[in-house]
């Protein structure tokens, strides 16, 4: 069975300060990983992807998160937070590609983020 | 158009009333996607539109919610005799067909809001 999950429903940094979101997966196959970020009264937009080439995947706004196999973990970071990060983040996992037809994706919780002045 | 358009944006109608929400995904994509986002929660998956396949409706919380997809393009959402449970957020995705890889890459829509009083 394919699920994830985001270790934290709320993270809080100050501005300038790094940011760790984490998210753990749990997968049958090798799946592909997504990084969504929704800001308030919007959709969601794709920060980066993971799809078995680089296990460092960068991607928008200076995001980017290592696929840890060993880890079963695909965590977000970025050095330096800035006010524009507030947001809520998903992260995401494919099931199997086997079921044609049907949903093949898992969305985490979501995880807050909050950037202090 | 170049993204994924829902409407309304904003819906407010009385408890036993019927709603249709409208999802006009990216020209040419193939698969799309109805999520339910409730007030401070993640997504929860309603249904799913695949080119021509039968649609994955394991997500459906009830037998009031239906959709359809004319054409393989515009898909509506329709909540028969709302309930104030149903107020959230409903979006509504798109992607290309589906790669080998599984690795579907959403483009999502702003959203519809739908307070029931």
Known sequence: AQSVTQLDSHVSVSEGTPVLLRCNYSSSYSPSLFWYVQHPNKGLQLLLKYTSAATLVKGINGFEAEFKKSETSFHLTKPSAHMSDAAEYFCVVTKSPGQTGANNLFFGTGTRLTVIP | ?117
């Open chain 2, 1 to 117: 158009g170049a993204g994924v358009s829902q409407s309304p944006s904003n819906k407010v109608t009385e408890k036993g009333k019927d709603v249709e929400l409208r999802c006009d995904p990216i020209s040419g994509h193939t698969a799309l996607y109805w999520y339910r986002q409730s007030l401070g929660q993640g997504l929860e998956f309603l249904i799913y539109f695949q080119g021509n396949s039968a649609p994955d409706k394991s997500g459906l919380p009830s037998d009031r919610f239906s959709a359809e997809r004319t054409g393989g393009s515009v898909s509506t959402l329709t909540i028969q005799r709302t309930q104030q449970e149903d107020s959230a957020v409903y979006l509504c995705a798109s992607s290309p067909r589906r790669s080998t890889s599984g690795a579907n890459v959403l483009t999502f829509g702003a959203g519809s809001r739908l307070t029931v009083l």
